[in-house]
């Protein structure tokens, strides 16, 4: 093990032990980081987190953000709404404004990699108030999908074991206590416990992509040679609550908002960069890669669904109101049209696998959003506690206590209730964007104002400032418009006025205003000038960790390079 002491001063000439008026981290003295054989960086204070995902845990973690039921499941609804072309043109344009999502986090998190994630950057480069809003919300966000995921895993086994059979709850409890424990055991073991996962991820949607190429050149059972017939027949734009070209418009915006809400997650990267292992290299490259994920699969993916299932389908319309099970896949309307057997089961089974791998990364997200919250002074401070693996225990049990909101579903009227919470949790999917593009925003114009170069930039977004004002501004007009229908919505299914979708849909907007504007009035904070933005706190920890980490690997040689099964089968993918 090598073993060394952080500077006495920081970068800027400050002494580091001092609590600043932003709420930054407090470093404690007698700070003795050790680097272990793995390249995992710990700490004895019981206050850091562990550096110990490895630059490949790092990759298939942002993948599996980029990959859940959104897109297996999701996209059946997409599709049945609002046809073939208008889903291939919103989430090929959702995904380039996810993409300059990721760049803009990516450029803040590769210069500064902390624990405190993407609302630290809120707080040091716009405004206090703005860090505490941010994490917040992304927190509620990840303690109401949480326990959803634990309900959509427990419905998928409803299609083996019926309800009357087994009572839900049953499930709920086996998966809560399971993502509890991967969670407790280390950030290395669930590093390694995602990266398979996600690995299974991938597996099988290339697998579907191959499978939808083959039937569309007529592959299947029945040599159907579908091509584009369904672009011409149904048509390629469905008319959604009107008819006409209105209509087409109508569902074609739709669409624009099933396709955010399918890539909702992707961020998720943003809160592992306290735990990476190098993260100035492995984060930035996990960034890059998203653009051509995005490309891959979900481009991929609705390109052949379009051309393989009619947006009028029967099988289609059973599939979107058949939940979270395998039924309810649109990849499986095209399997069943093809004539092949026994897939749909094969299928429930990687979809039960999708639902526990989201539940488990969405506890880990939920502890460690908390966990900076508390490490920026914005929550109690025994929420930065860390054992000696350097898990946040008391954030991950406080965090897991909110899980218990699944056993909600178990009776029908409280899943009404646990229904409008799931409702909220798109619009905070939404605010993080528009949050972090924000601060994006004010990252580059301090920087620019402080001297700080593209060429000193471990990482620069490509679409720079100009494409975080454009991807603001989408942003913010799909959140004011994303439950457009309770306005133009037709009058016999809901009367003169949808109230309960418009309450559910908009009011994560004024909690988000009111969390925002209350921080400011109770503390009195000011908006962060772009000459005194702080550039520095913090940084020559994570310098000295870094040079640590590569010195170390110099040392072991080739023979330390990773897991050799993702080397070889896996990594040529990405």
């Not at 206090?128 to 326990?147: D, S, V």
């Not at 390629?236 to 074609?252: M, Q, R, V, W």
């Amino acid at each position: 093990m090598a073993i060394w002491n952080r500077s006495s001063r920081s970068s800027d000439g400050e002494s580091p032990h001092a609590h600043d008026e932003l709420g930054k981290t407090e470093y404690q003295t007698g700070e003795t980081p050790v680097l272990g054989t793995d390249g995992a960086v710990q700490y004895g204070d019981h206050s850091h987190l562990h550096r110990g995902l490895k630059s490949r845990h790092i990759t298939m973690i942002a993948i599996g953000g980029a990959i859940g039921t959104g897109l297996i499941i999701g996209t059946g609804k997409a599709l049945a709404t609002s046809g073939p072309g208008s889903i291939l043109i919103s989430y090929t344009l959702v995904g380039l404004l996810v993409y300059i999502v990721m760049c803009g986090l990516g450029e803040m998190a590769a210069w500064l990699p902390h624990a405190s994630g993407f609302a630290g950057y809120a707080t040091r480069f716009v405004d206090p108030a703005l860090g505490f809003a941010l994490g917040y919300t992304y927190w509620f966000k990840y303690i109401i999908t949480t326990p959803n995921q634990l309900t959509a895993a427990a419905l998928v086994i409803q299609e083996w074991k019926t309800s009357e059979e087994v009572n839900p709850g049953v499930w709920i409890t086996v998966f809560l206590v399971t993502i509890i424990c991967i969670n407790y055991f280390g950030v290395r073991f669930f590093g390694e416990f995602e990266f398979w996962l996600s690995s299974i991820k991938v597996i099988v949607i290339v697998g579907l992509i191959l499978l939808s190429f083959i039937l569309v050149l007529g592959g299947g059972p029945n040599h159907d040679r579908t091509g584009f017939r369904y672009y011409h027949n149904p048509g390629a734009f469905k008319p959604y609550i009107t008819t006409g070209d209105t209509g087409k418009f109508y569902g074609f915006w739709s669409s624009l908002i099933n396709a955010v809400f399918a890539y909702l997650g992707t961020e998720l990267v943003g809160v592992t960069v306290g735990e990476a292992q190098n993260p100035r290299k492995t984060i930035p490259r996990a960034i890059k890669l998203t653009f051509y994920r995005i490309l891959f699969f979900y481009c991929l993916s609705v390109l052949f669904l379009g051309m393989l299932v009619p947006y009028n389908s029967t099988d289609l319309a059973f599939a979107t109101k058949a939940g979270t099970k395998a039924s309810a896949s649109p990849f499986v309307v095209a399997i069943r049209l093809a004539g092949i057997k026994h897939l749909p089961g094969i299928l429930n089974a990687c979809i039960l696998l999708f639902t526990f791998s989201a539940s488990n990364s969405d506890l880990y997200i939920a502890s460690r959003t908390l966990f900076g919250l508390a490490e920026q002074g914005h929550a109690p401070r025994f929420f930065a506690y860390t054992d000696k693996r350097g898990v946040p225990v008391t954030a991950l049990g406080f965090s897991a206590m909110f899980c218990c909101l699944a056993y909600m579903n178990c009776t029908d009227d409280a899943k009404v209730v646990f229904g409008y919470f799931v409702n909220l949790v798109t619009i905070f999917g939404l605010l993080t964007w528009i949050s972090i593009l924000t601060t994006h925003i004010f990252f580059v114009r301090a920087r620019r104002a402080q001297g700080i170069t593209n060429d000193q930039m471990p990482y620069v977004a490509p679409f720079g400032l100009i494409g975080s004002c454009i991807g603001l501004f989408f942003c913010c007009l799909i959140a004011l418009t994303k439950n457009f229908n309770v306005f133009v919505h037709d009058p016999k299914t809901y009367g003169d006025f949808d109230y309960k979708n418009f309450i559910t849909g908009y009011l994560g907007i004024p909690l988000y205003l009111i969390l925002i504007f209350g921080y400011k009035l109770w503390h009195k904070t000011h908006g962060i000038k772009p000459h005194e933005a702080d550039f520095y706190t913090g940084k020559d920890e994570i310098d000295r960790e870094e040079e640590a980490f590569l010195a170390n690997k110099a040392a072991m040689g080739k023979g330390n390079q990773g897991n050799w099964f993702y080397r070889t089968f896996v990594s040529w993918l990405f």
